[in-house]
């Protein structure tokens, strides 16, 4: 069992800034980050695998959020800047704690096998 324990949210002005830690309580493959906002479905928006700190984005925050980890502490950050209005949601931690293999994306909720509790971000304009 692993528990993620989330932070960093929060309300900022359009262009700000704010970034997110996600602590795992134990080993991971993979670690990623969703958002929902209301009424919306579940987006993806960025992951790292742990093994070789290969990252990926979701398109709509490409060039804007930076997903980085600090292996010794088993954390990942979630930088944003830039922030606009239609970034608020509640921002999801996810873990991976299987092997991966080829077509394993970690772009997908399915992949991941335990979650944070979330926390809000609301971009004001």
């Known amino acids: 069992q692993v528990q993620l324990v989330e932070s960093g949210g929060g309300l900022v002005q359009a262009g700000g800034s704010l970034r997110l830690s996600c602590a795992a309580s134990?080993?991971?493959?993979?670690m990623g980050w969703f958002r929902q906002a209301p009424g919306q479905e579940r987006e993806f928006v960025a992951r790292i695998k742990w093994s070789d700190g290969r990252t990926l984005y979701g398109e709509s925050v490409k060039g804007r959020f930076t997903i980085s980890r600090d292996n010794a502490r088993n954390t990942v950050y979630l930088q944003m800047i830039t922030l606009k209005p239609e970034d608020t949601a509640v921002y999801y931690c996810a873990a991976r704690t299987r092997g991966l293999v080829m077509s394993t994306t970690l772009a997908v909720g399915a992949q991941y096998d335990y979650w944070g509790q979330g926390t809000q971000v609301t971009v004001s304009s």
């Open positions: 134990g080993r991971t493959t993979g």
